[in-house]
C-alpha cells in the first residue's frame, strides 16, 4: 500500500490485534503488579541534599571571599594609591608593610569562618543525611 501524497487523509499503518491470531503464538506476559510507593523520598531526590549543597556552596564563598577580597584590596591599594601605602603609621612602618603583615590574619580568619560554618551549619545536615542514607539501606536489604 503506497501513501499518496496528495490524499486529505494521513496513512495509518494497520493496527495488530489484541488477541493472538494464531493458536501457537505465545500469550503475553500478566502485567506486573504495581509496587508500593515508599513512604519517604528516595535519598537521590531528597531536599536535604539541595540545602546542603547550598550550604557548602555558601560557606566556600565566604570563606574564598574573604581571603580573595583582601588581598585584592590590597592589590587595589597598591596600584592605585601609592602615596597611602608608602605613607608612615604610628609605628614608623610604612601602611602598605602592615595592611601586606596582615594578610596572614586575614587568611587565618577565612580558616576560622570556614570551619565554624562547617560545624555549625554543613555538618549537621551532613549527618542528618549518612543517617537517613543508613536507614534507607536498612529498609533496602529487609524488603
Do not use: C, N
Not at 494521513?10 to 490485534?17: D, E, G, K, L, T
Not at 488477541?19 to 519517604?40: D, F, I, K
Not at 596582615?102 to 587565618?108: F, R, S
Amino acid at each position: 500500500m503506497t501513501h499518496d501524497p496528495f490524499s486529505p487523509y494521513p496513512q495509518r499503518p494497520p493496527a495488530s490485534p489484541t488477541y493472538p491470531t494464531y493458536p501457537w503464538q505465545p500469550q503475553a506476559p500478566p502485567e506486573p503488579a504495581p509496587r508500593r510507593a515508599p513512604l519517604h523520598a528516595p535519598l537521590g531526590h531528597h531536599s536535604d541534599l539541595r540545602v546542603l549543597r547550598s550550604a557548602y556552596r555558601r560557606q566556600r564563598r565566604v570563606a574564598t571571599l574573604t581571603a580573595l577580597g583582601y588581598f585584592t584590596l590590597f592589590l587595589v591599594l597598591s596600584a592605585f594609591t601609592p602615596g597611602f601605602m608608602t605613607a608612615e603609621t604610628v609605628s614608623g612602618l610604612p601602611a602598605g608593610l602592615l595592611l601586606a603583615l596582615a594578610q596572614l590574619p586575614v587568611t587565618w580568619l577565612a580558616i576560622a569562618l570556614y570551619e565554624h560554618t562547617a560545624r555549625v551549619r554543613v555538618d549537621p545536615l551532613a549527618d542528618r543525611i549518612r543517617r537517613q542514607a543508613a536507614l534507607d539501606a536498612k529498609r533496602g536489604a529487609a524488603r
